[in-house]
């Protein structure tokens, strides 16, 4: 009974505040504010993007906080138990739940202990296996077929795995009976599938079925208006450009998102157009600017002997 109590408090006492730490959010943060904080960690401390010693291993550690922060369960079991309670096991190909985030070996000690007719020899299924799949942002918008391999006991095992259109890091698939074999018996384990998805390298964001891209354009184009190509990720797409744009000025593409994954058709994807100012102008450039100014204002620029 001894023995119960104090892996009971010790399962207790394990810090349930480093994941928060981790993504430099509060304990009360809403999933928005989950989401956001993750999507700027990871795309900062990406391998693909960040080559400094540690990145990588700083990366890996917010992807694994953020699978359990992101999802409101996990996230709930994760605040009362702490990494226990949330069946974290580390990063690896594949991993088995457990541990004690799983009390059901607790409750088959207590049977024993107070007469709950425990049977040792009573058909069990067999432990659930984890395997950890990582996407690039296309692979998960538009989804796959991959063939995994992992082992789940009995050897190295392989099964086609089809990666649905839309998903996101941290939502996982459920494959039944893919599992540890049971005992006495008793039906096979389930393999869970968590998806882990790269950074785009083209610039997007995601969130959710939304799509975003900041583009930039010329101050030019922003004051008399053009038509420009933008890219998505279903190919380019024309935008017209409204004389007298703003930098930050948002346009949407209807349709030109990702998958819905709990419903249909697509999100959008939304443009963010950022001017951009020249560092260096040539002489005739120079003088067209200047005769803007001065026929806008009345102005005329003084030159450096007009000031002498």
């Known amino acids: 009974m001894r023995f119960v109590y104090i892996m009971w408090k010790r399962s207790r006492s394990l810090n349930n505040t480093e994941y928060y730490d981790r993504l430099g959010v509060d304990k009360n943060a809403s999933q928005d504010d989950i989401k956001k904080a993750y999507r700027k960690l990871s795309k900062k401390y990406h391998p693909d993007i960040n080559h400094e010693p540690g990145a990588e291993e700083k990366y890996k550690e917010i992807q694994e906080a953020f699978e359990t922060l992101g999802d409101e369960q996990k996230r709930a079991q994760y605040d009362q138990f702490g990494p226990a309670g949330a069946g974290q096991g580390g990063f690896g190909g594949y991993q088995q739940q457990g541990g004690f985030g799983d009390f059901s070996d607790l409750g088959d000690i207590f049977s024993q202990m107070f007469g709950g007719g425990f049977d040792p020899n009573r058909p069990r299924k067999g432990q659930d296996l984890q395997y950890r799949m990582h996407l690039s942002f296309e692979e998960a918008v538009f989804g796959k077929e991959e063939v995994i391999k992992f082992n789940r006991g009995d050897g190295p095992h392989e099964i086609k795995v089809t990666v649905p259109a839309g998903v996101e890091t941290g939502q996982q698939m459920r494959l039944a009976g893919q599992g540890e074999e049971g005992m006495n018996g008793g039906p096979r384990g389930d393999l869970f599938v968590v998806f882990q998805v790269s950074a785009s390298k083209d610039g997007f964001e995601r969130d959710g079925a939304d799509i975003y891209l900041e583009h930039k354009i010329s101050f030019v184009s922003a004051a008399l208006g053009d038509e420009i190509q933008v890219k998505s990720v279903h190919g380019d797409v024309n935008l017209k450009i409204p004389a007298g744009t703003q930098t930050g000025t948002r346009f949407r593409l209807r349709g030109k ?26 002489r005739d450039q120079k003088k067209a600017l200047e005769s803007f100014q001065e026929a806008t204002d009345g102005t005329k620029r003084k030159s450096f002997f007009d000031k002498l």
């Open 257 to 282: 998102g990702a998958p819905r994954l709990r419903g249909t058709g697509n999100g959008d994807q939304y443009v963010i157009v950022k001017i951009d100012v020249p560092t260096k102008l040539n």
